[in-house]
């Protein structure tokens, strides 16, 4: 879909810490994996100041903690009641759930304290969000698994596009107690799953300061009935990708960043119709480095773009020296495809 949406700020929190350079360290090391699941000494306090949260799940926490730094640098700028918030998360509330239930396992619905007992509803930490920073145009939570976090950031361009609001704020959020930490070291399609939170400011406001546009965005599914078949496969892959590329005018493509995930034979595949495609254009492939960030994983890609847009060059891709636009990818094994332009 051809559009015009500025970036306007971000935030992000990972194992790695706050700072998005932090993550640009990690893929300038030379080791190919570098797999940190947790936030390590999380300090609530930094983020939320020192009181106000204690009944809030983890999730909720992480979420804020990400949203409410971007809002404290840009709530003045926006009209509260124009302003949406769209969260994406792949395990959501699963560890709430498995405490709701280990409560009433051992005694019946009287043993759930009352106080955490609104934690259980999905859509608990984005309307906490919502209530926080005023946001009154919406607040929406995804949990289309995997690909949540694209999904969320489709519903905001979708609703800007639209102008049921003026500006969204696209978040990903995912915490990894005991018990889906547990899951994880059974799931071999999930064992590089990481814990974080991320939100990204989108605007239909031309006149203010911004840091990359997105000029088309497009998503699709591979039906599975198709993976055996080479030709069938190739054309829902390179078909969403050149219907991204038509919406923007065929704009030369400086550098492609993609998180392609799924068995190394599909990966290489997938990569060699990048390279078919935008011969000579710098690949960046996110997840060998630093793993699935599940629902954080589009904000990510956008942060990334606009940095590297800005003139924060990787070592991989310093042969070339200015960069104006970038092809954002993602290729799941569960079939999703989701591509974007952005540029200065």
């Not at 596009?161 to 799931?187: D, H, P």
């Not at 300061?209 to 699709?220: E, H, T, V």
């Not at 078909?239 to 923007?248: F, M, P, Q, S, V």
């Not at 630093?290 to 942060?303: M, R």
Request: charged letters at 20%; aromatic letters at 12%.
């Amino acid at each position: 879909m051809k559009t015009d949406i500025r970036i306007i700020d971000y935030s992000i929190l990972t194992p790695w810490g706050d700072n998005v350079n932090n993550i640009i360290s990690i893929l300038n090391e030379e080791k190919k994996y570098n797999l940190k699941r947790k936030i390590d000494d999380y300090d609530v306090k930094l983020y939320l100041g020192s009181k106000g949260y204690r009944y809030y799940s983890m999730q909720t926490k992480y979420l804020l903690s990400s949203i409410l730094p971007l809002w404290e640098r840009n709530f003045d700028k926006m009209p509260l009641e124009n302003v949406g918030i769209s969260t994406g998360s792949c395990f959501a509330s699963l560890e709430d759930w498995v405490c709701l239930c280990n409560h009433i396992k051992k005694g019946g619905f009287e043993e759930i304290p009352p106080m955490d007992s609104f934690n259980f509803s999905l859509n608990i930490p984005s309307s906490i969000a919502s209530i926080r920073t005023k946001a009154h145009s919406f607040n929406v939570t995804h949990t289309s698994g995997i690909m949540s976090g694209y999904d969320a950031i489709n519903f905001s361009l979708d609703n800007l596009m639209l102008k049921t609001a003026e500006s969204v704020i696209a978040c990903g959020v995912e915490y990894m107690g005991e018990n889906v930490n547990g899951f994880l070291k059974s799931s071999s399609s999930l064992c590089d799953s990481i814990e974080g939170s991320s939100a990204i400011l989108f605007s239909n406001d031309t006149m203010k300061p911004y840091w990359a546009k997105i000029i088309s965005y497009n998503s699709n599914f591979i039906p599975k009935s198709e993976y055996s078949n080479y030709n069938s496969y190739k054309e829902y892959f390179i078909g969403n990708i050149l219907t991204t590329h038509k919406d923007a005018d065929f704009c030369e493509v400086d550098i492609i960043i993609s998180i392609i995930t799924g068995e190394q034979a599909v990966k290489d595949f997938e990569i060699q119709l990048l390279s078919d495609m935008f011969p000579n254009t710098p690949i960046l492939n996110l997840n060998d480095k630093l793993g699935n960030l599940l629902s954080l994983n589009g904000d990510l890609q956008y942060i990334l773009a606009c940095k590297v847009l800005n003139g924060q060059l990787l070592d991989s891709i310093k042969d070339k020296k200015q960069f104006n636009s970038a092809l954002i990818l993602y290729s799941g094994f569960e079939g999703y495809v989701y591509s974007s332009i952005i540029k200065k």
